[in-house]
């Protein structure tokens, strides 16, 4: 069964910390991706890798940045968190190829910053 | 830039009743998804629409893609309470043939009652 994890469902943190959140998948997939979602806006996309040390800016990049070391943990990262960074961050991972697969989507994080 | 439209946002429906999700995009994609999003919840992958004039059916929803329109409707036939979820397109942008960057829809909170 396709798994994406996140390592944490709830967290709540202070203005100016950094905040890591990380992202597993045991699919062997190229693809990961980081979102986050609000009520009204949909899903933004905030990063994306197609492969290690790789990494694409999405819609939404301003505030945060992202790592992926190994193909299977895709990290997103909060330099500096602010109050307007709180919200559900979700992480998803697809297959890379011209057969098209959908992209498999983690729990979430719900990232609350005082 | 590339805009995905769905409409309604919001769609209060009776048990029994047939109803159709729409989403438009502005942009030449021919690969888009639908996904399930229960309250508190990540999303689940519903159907995944790969060429002009594709179908596909999963019990009471039924997908379809016509490019040409660039239009993709999410039908649901005889409603029950266990649909109630907000549901998303999504097109994809197909970067260099592999299935990247994904534009999502604000979403459709759809509420079955008895």
């Known amino acids: ?114 | 830039e590339l805009k995905v439209e769905q409409n309604p946002l919001f769609l209060s429906m009776q048990e029994g009743k047939n109803y159709t999700i729409y989403c438009n995009y502005s942009t030449t994609s021919d690969r888009l998804y639908w996904y399930r999003q229960d309250p508190g919840k990540s999303l689940e992958s519903l159907f995944v629409l790969l060429s002009n004039g594709a179908v596909k059916q999963e019990g009471r929803l039924m997908a379809s893609l016509d490019t040409k329109a660039r239009l993709s409707t999410l039908h649901i036939t005889a409603a029950v309470h266990d649909l109630s979820a907000t549901y998303f397109c999504a097109v994809d942008l197909n970067y260099g043939g592999s299935q990247g960057n994904l534009i999502f829809g604000k979403g459709t909170k759809l509420s079955v009652k008895p």
């Not at chain 1, 997939?29 to 990494?55: A, C, T």
């Not at chain 1, 992926?68 to 998803?92: D, G, H, P, V």
């Open chain 1, 1 to 114: 069964d396709v798994k994406v994890t996140q390592s944490s469902r709830y967290l709540v943190k202070r203005t100016g910390e950094k905040v890591f959140l990380e992202c597993v998948q045991d699919m062997d997939h190229e693809n990961m991706f980081w979102y986050r979602q609000d009520p009204g806006l949909g899903l933004r996309l905030i990063y994306f890798s197609y492969d290690v040390k790789m990494k694409e800016k999405g819609d939404i990049p301003e505030g945060y940045s992202v790592s992926r070391e190994k193909k299977e943990r895709f990290s997103l990262i909060l330099e500096s968190a602010s109050t307007n960074q709180t919200s559900m961050y979700l992480c998803a991972s697809s297959a890379f190829g011209f057969v098209t697969d959908t992209q498999y989507f983690g729990p979430g994080t719900r990232l609350t910053v005082l």
